[in-house]
């Protein structure tokens, strides 16, 4: 189990914001939804002692169908060697679709730590998951995907973190976070 002022810490972060949340009493993980300009997706935020890693994961709606998945693991290699934190991963047996960001915390977890993990994540896979869904139904390929990505990344970097509303959607059962 992580160390119990590390996850109360992200507990702490998430009431402050007014999330709704849920969590995992067996492992420290929390559970909660974000609603995105893009998307809805599902988050998971995980905490290891063994490692002091904050783990993000932001789950997409979209489930790749079986014709499209070596497209869409080029779009995440692709994708993910351009980028400095984080990763999309595409799951070849399920067809789950995924972005991960973490971030090791020596000592105690702050607050702006937390933020910006998180925060990394929902922005990128909410700008990205237009360009995913044109790369599986649509007219772009991966290397196409890639590039719009490229130019259109200066956008998010001067809308920054705290101008960008990182809402959550409809409360998950919430009845044991208070």
């Given at each position: ?8 810490a992200v507990i702490e972060?998430?009431q402050?914001n007014?999330w709704d949340?849920?969590?995992d ?9 974000f ?11 995980a ?5 002091q ?15 499209k ?19 999309f991963?595409l799951?070849?047996e ?9 971030s ?7 607050d702006?730590?937390?933020l ?17 869904i044109?790369?599986?139904y ?9 590039n719009v ?10 809308v ?16 044991q976070?208070?």
């Amino acid at each position: 189990m992580c160390n119990p002022r590390s996850f109360r810490a992200v507990i702490e972060h998430f009431q402050r914001n007014g999330w709704d949340f849920d969590i995992d009493r067996s492992r420290p993980i929390i559970l909660t939804r974000f609603k995105g300009q893009n998307g809805n997706f599902e988050c998971v935020i995980a905490l290891e002692d063994s490692d002091q890693l904050l783990h993000v994961v932001s789950i997409t709606p979209l489930t790749v169908p079986q014709h499209k998945r070596a497209s869409v693991g080029e779009f995440c290699v692709r994708f993910s060697h351009k980028v400095k934190m984080g990763r999309f991963d595409l799951n070849y047996e399920s067809g789950q679709f995924s972005f991960h960001t973490y971030s090791y915390y020596p000592g105690d977890l702050s607050d702006e730590l937390i933020l910006r993990v998180l925060g990394t994540n929902l922005i990128t896979v909410d700008h990205q998951f237009p360009l995913i869904i044109r790369v599986v139904y649509g007219d772009l390929t991966p290397a196409e995907a890639v590039n719009v990505h490229n130019c259109s990344l200066s956008k998010i970097n001067e809308v920054g973190f705290q101008r960008i509303n990182l809402s959550p959607v409809v409360p998950v059962n919430s009845s044991q976070n208070k």
